[in-house]
DNA sequence: ATCGTTTATCGTCGATATACGATATAAGTA
DNA sequence: TACTTATATCGTATATCGACGATAAACGAT
């Protein structure tokens, strides 16, 4: 959790959630969370944007801490990090969960 | 279902997110969740932002479908929309919920 | 060393977001 | 009818986003 920014108050669910707000990193965490792993290459291929803007919204996912990558020799390797989405998951249930039997 | 806007594709979820992605929209959201309902006034008075500010903020919750309001007299009743907040789960679960085991 | 490949970053620009004071609207009250 | 209260909207200033071409940087291959 140390590497997890901003854990605390609504900081961290509001800037996880203005990751997770566009389409296009949806589609890019879609993408690695079916594969697993995936390379920059694999990512702007399966994308109808440039490579710029494809390297733009991992670079907004990674600052958020939604997903790793390492560099492997020219090429970056992305994946999820679970750890941040966990904790993600436990924010909104935590400011949600009790909502299910209201209204 | 049927009034909650864009349940497909990707563009549903990141419109949810993106209403998500201020604090002071959580807050309102998490006092909503407390209370159960309130008028706009008592949102104001626990926010440290304008009257204007936390109008337009309750807007974005409204066009997003988050909560739902009605009129009683010349007040305003919100809540939150809990048939929008199921979907919105069950979208990120449907995104996440297959990463527990793995990496 | 030079060249091609891969990825990140820069610079730019139109569009959108955020905040607020001022104002409009609508409802209750004297 | 005037006055107050409650809320929404307008107008504006500033900041950030999103897209892309151009370029930089790092690596592998010849």
Redesign the pocket.
Known sequence: MSNVPNVNSFEFLAASC?AL??P?RLEILQTLALRGTC???EI?DVMP?????V??????LKDAGLIS?END????CYCINNETIRVLREKIEGLFGSLDNCC
């Open positions: 203005k707000s566009h296009a390379i920059c290459g702007v944007l440039s490579q710029a803007t390297s733009q919204h991992l670079k907004v990558w020799g020219q090429k970056s």
